[in-house]
């Protein structure tokens, strides 16, 4: 695991407006045990000793993000947030000082310190790394109205997670050659693959998970009191608190 001085930036997309949740205001400033979702990614990122700076890209007109005790820490940086997610990691990527950086969904708050540690070591030895999970239940594709066209086969398949962790110039450049082109970019991993760069998987924790649904709030927050109930009672470091 690298240390403090090597200076991990962390990026986190916040700029979304969260439809899918059907509230009245983005998903990631909800409620989630006592915190809004987002403080609670924030702080995880922030706690973990080989992060140094979180850039976070912003909606123009956000409102919420400076009610949150977090957005008083002064690693935290903001930049505005573009129409589609690449353009946020983009904004922050220009001025994302450090060789690495990773990129963390907004609105998954259940990351640990073991993911993360896994996810900069498979990184840095590898080139770029991001976090997933295996498929695990029978795939299908259907055609549009939900006809089944043809079962296709799991093994080898993965859930894309997030923290997904790169070196800066090259995301950078593989973002921009990706928009300037009107490529597809789903992900940071997409763009890296498209730019011919080797992308490894490493294998996350299920409860790793991105709260896109109502119901999926609630899960979040049993998550978040299972780990608080497995940390140890007086943690000799942060990393362990949150492992």
Same mark, same amino acid.
């Given at each position: ?10 990026i ?9 949740? +059907? $509230? #009245? *205001?983005?998903?990631?400033? /909800?409620?989630?045990?006592?915190? &809004?979702?987002? %403080?609670?990614? @924030? ?22 993000f ?15 947030? +573009? $129409? #589609? *997610?690449?353009?946020?990691? /983009?904004?922050?990527?220009?001025? &994302?000082?450090? %060789?690495?950086? @990773? ?23 590898c080139g ?49 050659e ?63 608190e949150?492992?």
């Amino acid at each position: 695991m690298t240390d403090h001085h090597s200076g991990l930036t962390a990026i986190v997309p916040a700029a979304g407006i969260g439809s899918r949740m +059907g $509230a #009245e *205001r983005p998903k990631q400033y /909800l409620q989630l045990a006592g915190m &809004a979702i987002l %403080e609670h990614t @924030l702080t995880r990122l922030l706690s973990h000793p080989a992060i140094s700076q979180v850039i976070v890209a912003l909606a123009p007109h956000d409102r919420w993000f400076d009610t949150l005790p977090v957005a008083q820490d002064e690693r935290i940086l903001r930049v505005e947030g +573009g $129409a #589609e *997610r690449a353009f946020s990691v /983009l904004n922050a990527l220009h001025v &994302a000082q450090g %060789e690495w950086v @990773l990129v963390h969904d907004a609105a998954r708050p259940c990351l640990t310190h073991g993911d993360l540690d896994r996810l900069i070591a498979t990184a840095m030895a590898c080139g770029g790394a991001i976090l997933g999970s295996r498929v695990r239940d029978t795939m299908k594709r259907s055609d549009a109205a939900g006809n089944i066209l043809a079962t296709v086969e799991r093994e080898e398949l993965w859930h894309a997670l997030t923290p997904q962790m790169f070196p800066t110039g090259p995301l950078k450049r593989a973002l921009e050659e990706g928009l300037a082109l009107g490529a597809t970019i789903t992900d940071e991993a997409s763009a890296m693959e498209r730019a011919g760069f080797p992308v490894r998987m490493v294998e996350g924790r299920a409860d790793n998970i991105k709260v896109t649904r109502p119901e999926d709030l609630s899960l979040a927050g049993l998550y978040l009191q299972q780990q608080d109930a497995r940390r140890p009672a007086r943690p000799d470091s942060p990393t362990e608190e949150l492992a």
